[in-house]
């Protein structure tokens, strides 16, 4: 019999009239099921929320870095467990888990110390004649409940990266996850009901979406922190009235290989930065511009190690490319090549589907017009784009509605600090691939790609007012 896994209501397990099953994206098989909120529970925890908001605001930071230090404990505790669990519901592979555990473990450390720099400023106030002996002492202060929603993705650690900001910056958060691996969220909350807090500080709601929507427009959660599609993050944003709100949606992802550059790493980075977790990740290479002069030698090795790569059951050590989430998703892909080889692409490499699996897949003679470059495919699937001049390569990747991350490798500075002033990115990885992330980074994209920066630091700026307190000691 599988597991039942309650809803986690303002520090407390509830069970619930609705369920759904979870199940393997790898072989289909059921792996628990889930409690769903209904609109009573999420009553009950938006005034909970509210009730704690006082107490939360108020507490000492030492005892919200103690609180955030034992979740970071537990965490630590239970890593095994917890990649076991993100490797079954999203169909990760194992070791690409236990390293989503370990940036977990940082993101909430990292929230420990953050928690002990919550200070301010002071600020001169005598500018201007007739304001002698004036100063001003700068605050943040927390804003109050927060809603939370989280993509499949990164089960646990793009849950943390909403959790974790708002303990430290003393504000309650309803968090819902992903309807498709919800289960790591719910075990996070196993950890987190041990902590300390105060009863309505977090509550985990694995819920349906339109009830999500309903939160996005409650005006009692002062922020929105959305991580997912473009379209469903604009469109809550459309409808979240006065509450601040902070996305992280989608991207395609561009890298730019210059003559330069260190060939076997751009390539050896590219296979990783292209295919791990089939994919599935907005900023996961999608777009390669590579300079003319060395297509050939970058392609040999690139196809290469494109071919090593192992596909299969994400239990299996060596895997490197899973399922993908869902038949949906591999069908959908499947689909998009299928309609760029019609419009003129090759398939140099891979390009087919056995059921959720999607084979590693090099496209060329791509186009922008196709929509395997111009929108988010979120799969495993890169296309090549050669190149003639550096100019046109930042412009060919800047030709994107999305703005995300993006990836250069060269060694010569001033074509990096060109391309750091003309890429329209919210991050430029030097000899790296876009999908380079280290979890206290300020992290998030522009124009289709998000508004709002993420890593702790970053996020509880989001989380927080300035107050400014003026004083006249004449």
């Given at each position: ?53 006082p107490e939360l605001r108020r507490m000492p930071l030492y005892r919200r870095a103690e609180a955030l230090q034992k979740i970071t404990d537990g965490i630590r505790e239970r890593r095994e467990e917890l990649a076991r669990m993100i490797c079954l519901e999203a169909g990760k592979p194992i070791t690409d888990a236990r390293g989503e555990v370990g940036r977990a473990i940082l993101n909430f450390q990292t929230a420990v110390e953050e928690t002990k720099r919550l200070g301010g400023e002071v600020i001169p106030m005598d500018l201007a004649a007739g304001s002698e002996s004036r100063f001003g002492i700068i605050r ?335």
């Amino acid at each position: 019999m599988i597991k039942e896994y309650q809803i986690f209501l303002a520090g407390s397990w509830k069970p619930c009239e609705k369920a759904i099953e979870i199940t393997n994206p790898y072989n289909g098989e059921a792996i628990g099921s889930v409690h769903q909120a209904d609109d009573a529970e999420i009553e009950h925890a938006i005034r909970a929320a509210q009730q704690a908001f006082p107490e939360l605001r108020r507490m000492p930071l030492y005892r919200r870095a103690e609180a955030l230090q034992k979740i970071t404990d537990g965490i630590r505790e239970r890593r095994e467990e917890l990649a076991r669990m993100i490797c079954l519901e999203a169909g990760k592979p194992i070791t690409d888990a236990r390293g989503e555990v370990g940036r977990a473990i940082l993101n909430f450390q990292t929230a420990v110390e953050e928690t002990k720099r919550l200070g301010g400023e002071v600020i001169p106030m005598d500018l201007a004649a007739g304001s002698e002996s004036r100063f001003g002492i700068i605050r943040r202060f927390p804003i109050g409940p927060i809603l939370g929603i989280s993509p499949f993705n990164f089960p646990l650690n793009l849950v943390g990266h909403k959790i974790a900001p708002a303990i430290a910056s003393g504000n309650p958060i309803i968090l819902k996850p992903a309807p498709k691996t919800p289960i790591t969220a719910l075990m996070l909350g196993e950890i987190i009901a041990s902590s300390g807090l105060p009863a309505g500080a977090v509550s985990i709601l694995p819920c349906a979406n339109d009830l999500a929507e309903k939160m996005a427009m409650d005006e009692r959660f002062k922020l929105l922190s959305f991580t997912g599609s473009a379209k469903v993050g604009w469109y809550l944003k459309s409808k979240a009235g006065k509450k601040k709100v902070l996305l992280e949606l989608g991207g395609n992802a561009g890298v730019i290989i210059h003559r330069d550059a260190d060939l076997e790493l751009a390539a050896h980075r590219c296979a990783v930065g292209g295919f791990s977790y089939a994919g599935q990740s907005c900023i996961s290479v999608q777009r390669m511009f590579v300079h003319e002069p060395v297509i050939k030698p970058f392609m040999d090795r690139f196809l290469n190690l494109v071919r090593g790569l192992k596909t299969g059951d994400p239990m299996d050590e060596g895997t490197n490319v899973g399922p993908m989430i869902n038949s949906d998703a591999a069908e959908r892909t499947e689909q998009w090549v299928e309609e760029a080889v019609r419009q003129g692409a090759k398939v140099l490499i891979g390009g087919k589907r056995r059921g959720r699996m999607f084979e590693p897949t090099v496209l060329t003679d791509v186009t922008p017009a196709m929509k395997v470059c111009s929108e988010e495919v979120f799969a495993p699937l890169v296309g090549v784009i050669p190149y003639h001049d550096f100019d046109e390569a930042l412009s060919s990747l800047n030709d994107s509605p999305y703005g995300l991350q993006a990836g250069l490798f060269t060694n010569d500075l001033k074509k990096i600090f060109h391309a750091y002033e003309e890429l329209e990115v919210g991050g430029l990885m030097v000899n790296e691939v876009s999908s380079y992330r280290i979890d206290p980074m300020p992290y998030g994209g522009v124009k289709n790609s998000g508004l709002g920066r993420e890593g702790v630091r970053y996020a509880i700026e989001e989380m927080t007012e300035l107050k400014l307190l003026g004083l006249n000691l004449q």
